[in-house]
């Protein structure tokens, strides 16, 4: 089997005592790598003087990690400023939060073009190369251009907006080309590879765009939650509950996920349902992301005060109704803690996929399964039926999804999580990575590579 080569801008390097990451990527493609022969290229998640020079390399079983160091510069023009101050927004139909800067675009591409440099004498002829994700749009041209001739896949993790949209983006057509270099692109949903597929059409390049949708694994998931809840901070966390119906939010603190209007939503519960105050806690594990964007820490001051003010509206002498985390949470922790919850509350304005919700779903006893409140938005309400489904615009909608999910009996979230459940153990982390891959492979052979050396 050809050895796998991903590249993505975050790489989990195991690390002892390293706190836990929080990202989708990460998380889905360690899950996918467990059987083959891989080397996993990206940054260190460190600046230094320069961008780029001989990766630092670590091998743990039979994966390769080898990361790069980003200039302090290139970490504030690349990461901070045009991926995620530029293309976050606008591919999360946000383009009112979207600020372009030339400088920016060219730090961009010229990150690009150091990580290509770097890789490229790492590779071997008989690669299949696999790029994920908006910070490496321009990263298979730059590969080309250094003489790679190996099959290149990319996969978005992230949603792609309608055309219209994406015009917004100055010089969008360069990043249509570079990215045309590729064999073949996935994306997480129908509509998102149609609308990438009609960018790349109507900039004139007819590259293979496919839905993939990322899966997690379920049942390793399931057998962590079923020990983490017998583990300290599960007991913990259900001590204090007093026999109060937890409802339980999990997001990286970023502005796609909807979590001020799922405060507002939660205080509409209290208002419009009173049967339910003093019995439900909502707990919020938030850790603080991309600190440096501005965006990001307006947010996070935003809901500092929105859950103070939710508590001092409502809250009672012995009751808190919301508690709210912005520090990270190991992710065994946190399988506990969704097997606690009566309700996940998945609310995202737009998500390419959300493995929260798949994970609060993994996670459930299958006795006494909790329900799930999940944005029409997020790209896994298209497998998750058995959700309740809420438009996280409008905290009322919120609230009604709540109460049901409360009131439901258990006869009826038994027979909606079986068929979730089914949906999940179907679509692994691996059966996703080994779909892609077999897709890809099978383009290398049916036509000459688009772009190809
Ligand atoms: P994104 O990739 O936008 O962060 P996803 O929901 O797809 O969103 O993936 C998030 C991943 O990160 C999940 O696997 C989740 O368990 C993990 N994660 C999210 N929030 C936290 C947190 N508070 N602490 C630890 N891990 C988290
Ligand atoms: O899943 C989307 C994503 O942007 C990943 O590419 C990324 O690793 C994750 O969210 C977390 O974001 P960041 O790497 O900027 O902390």
Request: charged share 25%; hydrophobic share 45%.
């Amino acid at each position: 089997m050809a050895r796998l080569v991903i590249v993505s801008n975050r790489v989990p390097v195991p690390r002892p005592r390293e706190r836990p990451q929080a990202g989708g990527l990460a998380v889905a493609l360690k899950e996918a790598l467990a059987t083959r022969e891989a080397l996993w290229f990206g940054w260190s998640g460190q600046t230094a003087s320069h961008t780029g020079g001989s990766p630092e390399i670590v091998t743990v079983g039979q994966t390769t990690y080898a990361t790069i160091d980003l200039s302090s510069e290139d970490y504030r023009l690349y990461y901070t400023g045009f991926a995620n101050g530029m293309l976050w927004p606008l591919l999360h139909y946000r383009m009112g939060l979207a600020e372009f800067r030339r400088e920016e675009w060219e730090g961009y591409r010229r990150v690009n073009r150091a990580f290509a440099h770097s890789l490229t004498p790492l590779l071997r002829d008989d690669d299949v190369i696999w790029v994920h994700d908006f910070h490496h749009f321009p990263l298979a041209a730059a590969l080309r251009a250094a003489g790679a001739k190996q099959r290149i896949g990319f996969f978005l993790h992230v949603p792609f907006p309608p055309l219209p949209l994406f015009r917004a983006l100055p010089q969008g057509n360069i990043l249509l080309r570079e990215l045309a270099s590729c064999d073949l692109i996935g994306a997480q949903t129908p509509s998102d590879a149609s609308n990438l597929r009609d960018a790349l059409r109507g900039a004139g390049f007819d590259v293979p765009v496919h839905p993939f949708p990322i899966g997690i694994e379920a049942e390793e998931f399931a057998r962590e939650a079923e020990k983490a809840v017998r583990g300290q901070d599960a007991r913990r966390l259900a001590d204090s509950l007093s026999g109060r119906a937890l409802i339980l939010g999990v997001d990286r603190l970023d502005y796609s996920k909807g979590l001020p209007q799922r405060l507002r939503g939660f205080a509409a519960l209290l208002r419009r349902f009173p049967e339910h105050r003093g019995r439900v806690t909502l707990l919020q594990v938030a850790p603080v992301s991309r600190g440096d964007v501005v965006q990001y820490r307006a947010l996070r001051r935003e809901l500092d005060e929105l859950a103070g003010r939710i508590n001092g509206e409502h809250g009672d002498i012995d009751w808190v109704p919301v508690r709210w985390m912005t520090r990270a949470v190991p992710r065994a922790t946190l399988a506990g803690f969704h097997r606690i919850a009566r309700v996940g509350l998945v609310t995202p304005m737009r998500d390419g996929m959300n493995l929260v919700a798949k994970e609060f779903v993994a996670a459930q006893d299958p006795a006494d399964p909790g329900a799930l409140v999940l944005s029409c938005f997020a790209g896994a309400a298209d497998e998750l039926k058995g959700a309740i489904l809420v438009n996280p615009h409008d905290p009322d909608e919120i609230a009604e999804g709540l109460n049901a999910a409360l009131v439901m009996p258990a006869s009826e979230r038994r027979a909606r999580w079986t068929g979730d459940i089914a949906v999940l153990r179907r679509n692994s982390a691996a059966a996703w990575a080994e779909g892609f891959l077999a897709a890809l492979a099978q383009i290398g052979q049916d036509a000459p590579r688009a772009g190809g050396a």
